[in-house]
């Protein structure tokens, strides 16, 4: 499959730059879906489930613990579910905490086929808004940028922990055209295409840490690997410089997913959020 999309457009490139662009557009934000593991599934049949209106159609959302707890947010990633962070849920739960994640619009349960990252930066503001109490939050790769985002649009949390985070999306397009082989000057026009009100309607640099770093005022701890094939490692390590209040930790051997399921990754975030 991946070679007949690198074909396609290493053919169509060249001729028509700006039709592979819109190609490439499209195909960048459309989350392929993916089972869920037993043990997600059994995390997720012992949550509180509870629908929610998004601009995309509706919203799963899950809950762990009493409602009336202070709560901790998970943020999943690109082409993720809210269970993804299973490991997380027991030791927040063990602290006196609840728990409140979601599926991102065009991601597990929730509605939609595409969405962008100010789309998910939107809906995570509206699960935020619909749940009293929230204090933290725990994301991971593409959730890390919604939520700087949604910290940027006026929502606010004490300690936040970002484990594999981009540093732009700039970033993130341009190692998918290389991933694809689509021509550089396509890539270009796909920056262009999606500053247009079609898809993020704001500047490249709206969605960088460059940008969105120095207005994060609270702690946040990134976890990145070094091993990390999907984000580079010298992005997370970008994108921690940029906070005012932030500590980063490198692992090693451990990947771009794997880092949720590591043990030793999940204390040091338990730790670092309720300051043991």
């Known amino acids: 499959m991946i070679w007949l999309i690198r074909t396609s457009f290493r053919l169509l490139g060249p001729l028509f730059p700006k039709t592979a662009a819109t190609a490439g557009v499209n195909l960048f934000y459309s989350p392929r879906k993916t089972d869920s593991s037993k043990l997600e599934l059994a995390y997720k049949a ?107 649009n006026g929502i606010a949390f004490e300690k936040a922990a970002f484990l594999s985070s981009p540093y732009s999306v700039e970033n993130v397009v341009n190692k998918f055209g290389e991933f694809l082989r689509i021509p550089v000057k396509s890539v270009s026009m796909m920056h262009e295409i999606m500053e247009t009100e079609r898809w993020h309607n704001m500047p490249r640099a709206n969605l960088s840490f460059s940008t969105l770093g120095p207005r994060i005022s609270f702690p946040t701890l990134f976890i990145h690997d070094k091993d990390d094939k999907y984000v580079p490692y010298e992005d997370g390590l970008k994108a921690s410089n940029q906070c005012k209040r932030s500590e980063f930790v490198a692992t090693s051997k451990l990947g771009h997913n794997k880092i949720l399921l590591k043990k030793s990754v999940v204390d040091k975030v338990i730790n670092y959020l309720f300051g043991e």
């Open 46 to 152: 012992k949550a509180k489930q509870i629908k929610l209106q998004g601009p995309l159609g509706e919203i799963s959302t899950y809950q762990w613990g009493d409602s009336h707890l202070p709560k901790v947010m998970l943020v999943h990633g690109w082409e993720g579910r809210a269970t993804h962070l299973y490991k997380f849920i027991d030791p927040i739960l063990e602290h006196g905490f609840g728990v409140i994640a979601f599926d991102g619009p065009a991601h597990g349960d929730s509605e939609g086929n595409k969405t962008t990252l100010p789309l998910f930066a939107k809906v995570l503001a509206e699960v935020h808004q619909a749940n009293e109490d929230i204090c933290f939050v725990v994301a991971h790769s593409f959730g890390c940028g919604a939520t700087a985002i949604a910290v940027n």
